[in-house]
C-alpha cells in the first residue's frame, strides 16, 4: 500500500488593491464645544455665543465641494447673441455682375466677407444653468460652514436692532474689530433695512439674508458676520446638511 504524505502548500496572498475612496476630512472634536465671538453694534465684545453640539461632528468632504463648479457655472447668462447673414440689415441684392469685372465672385453685401456683414458660427442665447441635487447641496453648504467656524471666521452681532443706518457707526465698528480692510460678509434677518443703509457705502462689506447665502458667499470672504436671528437661521440649515453626512 503506497505511502500518503502530507505535503503543505505555501500560499502566497497577492495585494488587492482597495478602491480608491473619496477624501474625507475629519474636523477634531472639541470636549467643549465651539464658540463664536460676539460683539454688539459698536464693536465691544461681549460673552461668546455657542454653537450646537452637532458641529463637533462635522466633517467636511472635499468632493462634495466640487458643487462650487456648479454655483459658478450658474452665473453664466449665456446672452451672447450676434446676428447671421439672414438677420442683419442690408440689401440682398448681387453687388455686381457674375463674370467680365474680373474680381472675386461676390452675392449680397450682407455675406459674413463683409464688414457689417452676418456672423458665422457666432454666439446664440443658450443655457449654461446645471443643476444639483438637494441633499448634495445642503451638504456642501454645511461643509464649508463648518470649516468657516473651526477657522474663526464666523462671528455673531447682537443688537442688530440698534443700528443707526449710518455708514459711519458701521465704519467705527469694522475699525474697531479689526475688519475694515478685510471682506466682510453682513448675514442679517428679514429686517435689515438700517443694515442696508448703513453698509451699502463701504466697498467690502456685502450683505446676505440668512436664507439667501450660498456656499460661494462663505468662500469669497474673508470673515462672517452674523446677527442673531440670522445666526439661528444658519444653525438650522448647518443641520439639515449633517443629518445624512454625519
Given at each position: 500500500?503506497?505511502?500518503?504524505?502530507?505535503?503543505?502548500?505555501?500560499?502566497?496572498?497577492?495585494?488587492?488593491?482597495?478602491?480608491?475612496?473619496?477624501?474625507?476630512?475629519?474636523?477634531?472634536?472639541?470636549?467643549?464645544?465651539?464658540?463664536?465671538?460676539?460683539?454688539?453694534?459698536?464693536?465691544?465684545?461681549?460673552a461668546?455665543?455657542?454653537?450646537?453640539?452637532?458641529?463637533?461632528?462635522?466633517?467636511?468632504?472635499?468632493?462634495?465641494?466640487?458643487?462650487?463648479?456648479?454655483?459658478?457655472t450658474?452665473?453664466?447668462?449665456?446672452?451672447?447673441?450676434?446676428?447671421?447673414?439672414?438677420?442683419?440689415?442690408?440689401?440682398?441684392?448681387?453687388?455686381?455682375?457674375?463674370?467680365?469685372t474680373?474680381?472675386?465672385?461676390?452675392g449680397?453685401?450682407?455675406?459674413?466677407?463683409?464688414?457689417?456683414?452676418?456672423?458665422?458660427f457666432?454666439?446664440?442665447?443658450?443655457?449654461?444653468?446645471?443643476?444639483?441635487?438637494?441633499?448634495?447641496?445642503?451638504?456642501?453648504?454645511?461643509?464649508?460652514?463648518?470649516?468657516?467656524?473651526?477657522?474663526?471666521?464666523?462671528?455673531?452681532?447682537?443688537?442688530?436692532?440698534?443700528?443707526?443706518?449710518?455708514?459711519?457707526?458701521?465704519?467705527?465698528?469694522?475699525?474697531?474689530?479689526?475688519?475694515?480692510?478685510?471682506?466682510?460678509?453682513?448675514?442679517?434677518?428679514?429686517?435689515m433695512?438700517?443694515?442696508i443703509?448703513?453698509?451699502?457705502?463701504?466697498?467690502?462689506?456685502?450683505?446676505?439674508?440668512a436664507?439667501?447665502?450660498s456656499?460661494?458667499?462663505?468662500?469669497?470672504?474673508?470673515?462672517?458676520?452674523?446677527?442673531?436671528?440670522?445666526?439661528?437661521?444658519?444653525?438650522?440649515?448647518?443641520?439639515?446638511?449633517?443629518?445624512?453626512?454625519?
Amino acid at each position: 500500500m503506497p505511502k500518503t504524505t502530507n505535503t503543505t502548500k505555501k500560499v502566497t496572498k497577492t495585494a488587492v488593491k482597495a478602491a480608491v475612496k473619496p477624501k474625507v476630512v475629519t474636523i477634531k472634536k472639541v470636549a467643549s464645544g465651539f464658540s463664536l465671538p460676539t460683539f454688539s453694534v459698536t464693536g465691544e465684545a461681549k460673552a461668546e455665543s455657542a454653537v450646537p453640539k452637532l458641529m463637533e461632528k462635522a466633517v467636511a468632504n472635499a468632493q462634495i465641494l466640487q458643487a462650487i463648479r456648479v454655483y459658478q457655472t450658474n452665473l453664466r447668462q449665456g446672452t451672447a447673441s450676434t446676428k447671421t447673414r439672414g438677420e442683419v440689415t442690408g440689401s440682398t441684392r448681387k453687388i455686381y455682375r457674375q463674370k467680365g469685372t474680373g474680381r472675386a465672385r461676390h452675392g449680397a453685401i450682407t455675406a459674413p466677407i463683409f464688414v457689417g456683414g452676418g456672423i458665422t458660427f457666432g454666439p446664440k442665447p443658450r443655457h449654461f444653468e446645471l443643476s444639483l441635487p438637494q441633499k448634495m447641496r445642503r451638504q456642501a453648504f454645511a461643509s464649508v460652514l463648518s470649516d468657516r467656524i473651526k477657522d474663526k471666521a464666523v462671528s455673531v452681532l447682537s443688537g442688530v436692532d440698534k443700528i443707526s443706518g449710518k455708514t459711519r457707526d458701521m465704519h467705527k465698528f469694522l475699525e474697531k474689530t479689526n475688519l475694515l480692510d478685510k471682506k466682510v460678509l453682513f448675514v442679517f434677518g428679514p429686517k435689515m433695512k438700517k443694515a442696508i443703509q448703513a453698509t451699502r457705502n463701504l466697498p467690502l462689506v456685502t450683505l446676505r439674508t440668512a436664507e439667501s447665502l450660498s456656499l460661494l458667499d462663505l468662500l469669497t470672504h474673508e470673515h462672517v458676520i452674523a446677527a442673531e436671528d440670522a445666526a439661528k437661521a444658519l444653525w438650522l440649515r448647518l443641520e439639515a446638511g449633517m443629518k445624512k453626512s454625519v
